[in-house]
């Protein structure tokens, strides 16, 4: 059976002629070879639009994506007996053993330790059995704790840790149906001009928590909408990575979309960051932060020069809780 997102693109390519609609190529000024070549790159379009629709609803469902995030608990300086024992400093609420661990906190030093009697069976540290020592919290790939379906990570948050706790078994996993999308629409598609910065500036990211994140900006965005001139101002959440991050809003967060803002992730300007040259923006494939999803995560909100004042009808609508 199909899924609704398959069936909703199976709809929009049999009601969207391809002369209706205006490809990149004519936005940038370059007239089309012909129609029929016009309609193959729309037909492409929306294709590659859709799977990419299709598998970010499937990276949410997996068991260990956004809807299975279950619990943030701040970790105390010293001890924290993790367990589903009511008597744990953080009480796990999900089948798991009374007693799992001991994470402590001392300084900038985490570490896992056994509870009175061992380690449980099937407890592990990143795929392997689990043994006492300290813990990876920083960088892209922290020390994952994992007990059947449950998995736990400490981060570092400022000056303090927290422990994320994700559950396979999840009601908003085991309920998910599905995403909402607005009808894609080539509009929404469309060439911005880049111009770098230089040096690149490192930009105050603010957060749900109220901290701030320094995350480098190495340009910005500029593209006409609705013959209104807009910018937007990426940042890099990898420095070496081939991707930019924008982190926005617009007007439709008022009704329609997640009122905190949405992400967009594209690819690098034609000429690479330091050097003027052209960027693809496709609104159609905006989608929620975590922080739609579970009142667990911990997400960056859009900076004020990101905060648009016209609507993008287009990519991810509000979560369906």
């Given amino acids: 059976m199909m899924s609704r997102s398959v069936q909703m693109f199976a709809l929009a390519l049999a009601l969207l002629p ?59 300086p010293g001890i924290n007996s993790v367990g589903s024992d009511a008597a744990c400093n953080i009480h796990l609420q999900a089948q798991a053993p009374a007693h799992l661990g001991l994470i402590t906190v001392s300084g900038t030093t985490v570490q896992l330790l056994s509870p009175a009697g061992g380690f449980p069976p099937e407890l592990q540290i990143d795929g392997n059995p689990a043994r006492e020592g300290p813990l990876t919290v920083s960088g892209a790939k922290p020390s994952t704790i994992s007990w059947r ?94 991707t930019l991050f924008f ?32 960027l693809t923006l496709d609104f159609n494939r905006l989608e929620n932060p975590p922080c739609a999803y579970t009142d667990y995560a911990t997400c960056p909100l859009p900076p004020e020069q990101n905060q648009l004042g016209v609507a993008l009808d287009a990519g991810e609508q509000r979560f369906p809780h």
């Fill in 18 to 76: 391809g002369a209706a609609v205006l490809p990149l190529h004519a936005q940038s000024g370059r007239a089309p070879a012909n129609s029929a070549q016009s309609a193959a790159n729309t037909d492409q379009w929306l294709q590659e639009l859709a799977a990419w629709r299709t598998q970010r609803e499937q990276q949410l469902a997996a068991p260990d994506g956004w809807l299975t995030l279950a619990g943030l608990e701040w970790l105390k």
């Fill in 149 to 242: 379906g449950l998995s736990m990570v400490v981060l570092s948050r400022g000056e303090h840790f927290v422990l994320r706790i994700k559950n396979a078994d999840s009601a908003a996993r085991t309920l998910f149906r599905g995403l909402n999308w607005y009808a894609p629409d080539q509009d929404f598609r469309v060439t911005a001009r880049w111009i770098p910065y230089t040096p690149p500036h490192i930009e105050k990211i603010p957060t749900v928590l109220g901290t701030t994140l320094d995350l480098p900006s190495p340009g910005v965005a500029e593209f006409t909408l609705d013959d209104e001139t807009l910018r937007l101002e990426p940042v890099m959440e990898d420095p070496l990575g081939k």
């Fill in 247 to 278: 982190i926005l809003r617009d007007e439709t967060s008022k009704a329609t979309t997640y009122a905190g803002g949405r992400f967009l992730h594209t690819g690098l300007p034609d000429h690479g960051l330091d050097k003027p040259g052209l």
